[in-house]
């Protein structure tokens, strides 16, 4: 059974799965088209995806996807730590900073933020540092190459075995810093210096990223994996995305990083009553 510690007593129990919710506050963020870079905006997004079914909010302030450009300290900083601070003072949900600044990572747990999401797993300068004295679970994403270049000929010998290695590394450099690796999540970054043909055979194979007692977060929603099978624009993934996140989840992934909040909150609730069954009131069974 897998518990995270999270500030203030507080756990987050992955022996279900969760629902991450994106809340971008880039103003190019590729499908949220910067549509909430206010921070009233962004709070009630927020309130409104807890509602949904999300359990973790997941803030990021720099966009991630290929081709997009580097944002400054102070950028990302101004625009991530007011919505921290704002949803902390409304809701005591689970808020997740994607960042892989080290300084973006304190100011963000001090404002209120539980976990560390860094999708370039702690390797930028002071992260590791910072991260180790910062207490929250973090969650350690795979990339080949780096988000400019990294969809221009990603290659592997062995994909399973490459990301696990690079886990089994990263895991290694935290518990050397005094890391708890039940604290760790693993992510083998769909999109993030992959092939068509890799993402899906990352997806098929994801429970083998479950190594050393970490759990799998798995975050496919709208993206090019979806889009390039189906031929979709963003806003026609939909049902490919829920597809990703039910498979992703019956596989065993415990944290499912998503746009579509109700949505996928109503697929995993089917699957849910249909896996742990329903008692006579129509509440789905514990245990
Ligand atoms: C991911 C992420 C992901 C984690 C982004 C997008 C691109 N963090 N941040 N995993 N993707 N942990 O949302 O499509 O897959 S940004």
């Given amino acids: ?34 549509s909430h870079t206010s921070y009233d905006s962004a709070v009630n997004k927020a309130l409104e995806l807890l509602k949904q079914g999300a359990t973790i909010i997941d803030i990021g302030g720099e966009s991630t ?15 991530v730590i007011p919505v921290i601070k704002a949803l902390r003072e409304r809701s005591d949900c689970v808020i997740s900073i994607d960042t892989s600044k080290a300084k973006v990572m304190a100011q963000a747990v001090a404002a ?3 976990l560390i999401n860094d ?12 991260a180790a004295g910062l207490n929250v679970p973090i969650c350690l994403m795979h990339m080949q190459g780096q988000p ?8 592997y010998d062995n994909l399973i075995s490459e990301i696990n290695d690079f886990f ?32 899906y055979e990352i997806l098929n194979q994801i429970d083998a990223f479950k190594i050393m007692g970490c759990e799998v977060l798995a975050g496919l929603s709208r993206k090019s994996m979806i889009g ?16 990703g996140a039910l498979i992703a989840a019956q596989k ?3 944290i499912i990083r998503v746009h579509d909040v109700a949505q996928t909150s109503d697929v995993l609730k089917v699957w849910q009553a249909c896996e742990k069954g329903l008692d006579n009131k129509g509440n789905l069974n514990v245990g």
């Fill in 168 to 199: 089994i590394q990263r895991i290694q450099a935290c518990e050397s810093l005094g890391i708890d690796k039940k604290q760790i999540i693993l992510d083998p970054g769909f999109g993030f210096g992959k092939t068509l043909a890799h993402n």
């Fill in 148 to 155: 400019r270049t990294m969809q221009s000929a990603p290659k």
């Fill in 252 to 254: 065993g992934a415990k």
């Fill in 65 to 79: 996807r290929p081709g997009a450009p580097d944002v400054s300290l102070e950028d990302e900083l101004n625009r």
């Fill in 228 to 243: 390039n099978l189906l031929s979709r624009d963003t806003d026609e993934r939909l049902a490919g995305s829920l597809a």
């Fill in 112 to 114: 209120g933020a539980d």
């Fill in 1 to 34: 059974m897998s518990i995270l510690k999270l500030p203030r007593g507080r756990e987050l129990d992955l022996s279900q799965p969760h629902i991450m919710a994106v809340l971008n506050v880039t103003p190019d963020s590729f499908s949220d088209g910067g």
């Fill in 119 to 130: 999708v370039r797993a702690l390797q930028e300068p002071d992260a590791l540092q910072t």
